[in-house]
């Protein structure tokens, strides 16, 4: 029988996720359907509910209905927990929801796998203290940087979320006047959503320099703005591509227990955006 999964978001046309799942699902002989799914805000739990009353496998979810998927999932993995979000979800037997966060896992993946890029006593600049950035710490502390600089337009929510890290690891927040007089950064990451909204990031020239690199969470047929100013600056860049697909790769073992390949799929989006 044909398994049917689906991503849920708002917006959600952008959403790459079809093309990665089939082509996972080609690759090792299985038969699914996987459609992208526009749910309004106000519906988002009713709307799962039906997905899965009516006989779906599992589900994406992605912005902005990570916290709310969080919210209704019956059990988390640790993962989910630490993030406070979840972007895939799976029904159990009896009914109950599980929610997992793969997001963090594909970070690591792509910078570690696909882009060979160490972050071992590296300085980090960690740019936004959301969902997304909350999802990927955990991640990229276990990697081993000498410290993580976070930085947010709301200087409070850096602060708080570097004090719910702390004790992982060498991380704190920082304010404008603080990146001001520091020296540059070896990663920078954005974890905001400025690049969806296809906006910059005002950031001093001195966080900044040609040995720096720079990763952006968020993917685009073209360069994002972030990654426009990195480049410009002399900076190696990448985007969140590998990290969509890396996650995915997670989430479809989590639904079907098999782990498919993910360089070929990167390569192939590469080449069609």
Same mark, same amino acid.
């Not at 689906?6 to 002989?29: C, D, R, T, Y």
């Not at 988002?44 to 779906?56: R, W």
């Not at 406070?84 to 793969?102: A, E, I, P, R, W």
């Given at each position: 029988?044909? /398994? ?8 959600? /046309? ?53 916290? *709310? ?10 993962? #989910? ?20 966060? %793969? &997001?963090?896992?594909?970070?690591? @993946? ?5 882009? /060979? ?28 940087? +000498? ?27 920082? @304010? ?5 007089? /520091? +020296? &540059? ?38 360069? %994002?703005?972030?990654?426009?100013? #990195? ?15 890396? *996650? ?22 590469? +080449?069609?955006?």
């Amino acid at each position: 029988m044909l /398994k049917n999964f689906a991503v849920f978001g708002n917006p959600i /046309k952008h959403s790459l996720s079809p093309i990665i799942h089939s082509m996972f699902a080609e690759q090792l002989g299985i038969e699914l359907n996987y459609e992208k799914c526009f749910v309004e805000v106000d519906s988002f739990a009713s709307s799962v509910k039906s997905f899965f009353d009516e006989g779906g496998q599992g589900l994406n979810v992605t912005v902005p209905f990570k916290v *709310q998927a969080f919210q209704i999932s019956n059990h988390l993995s640790e993962r #989910a927990k630490v993030a406070g979000s979840v972007n895939t979800l799976k029904q159990h037997s009896d009914g109950s929801l599980f929610g997992d966060n %793969t &997001d963090g896992l594909g970070f690591e @993946l792509d910078l570690v796998k696909n882009l /060979k890029w160490s972050i071992d006593r590296k300085n980090v600049l960690l740019i936004g203290a959301g969902g997304a950035a909350r999802g990927i710490l955990m991640n990229l502390l276990s990697l081993n940087p +000498n410290k993580i600089h976070i930085f947010n337009r709301t200087p409070e929510r850096a602060e708080f979320l570097a004090s719910e890290f702390t004790e992982h690891g060498n991380i704190k927040s920082c @304010l404008i006047q603080d990146l001001e007089e /520091k +020296n &540059d950064f070896d990663f920078i990451i954005n974890a905001t959503s400025a690049s969806l909204q296809n906006t910059e990031i005002a950031l001093p020239a001195s966080v900044i320099s040609e040995t720096s690199w720079c990763y952006d969470l968020a993917y685009a047929s073209s360069v %994002t703005p972030f990654l426009a100013w #990195a480049s410009a600056r002399g900076a190696s860049i990448c985007d969140g591509l590998g990290m969509l697909v890396e *996650q995915a790769a997670e989430s479809f073992f989590i639904w079907l227990g098999e782990r498919p390949e993910t360089e070929y799929v990167i390569d192939h989006l590469r +080449n069609i955006n």
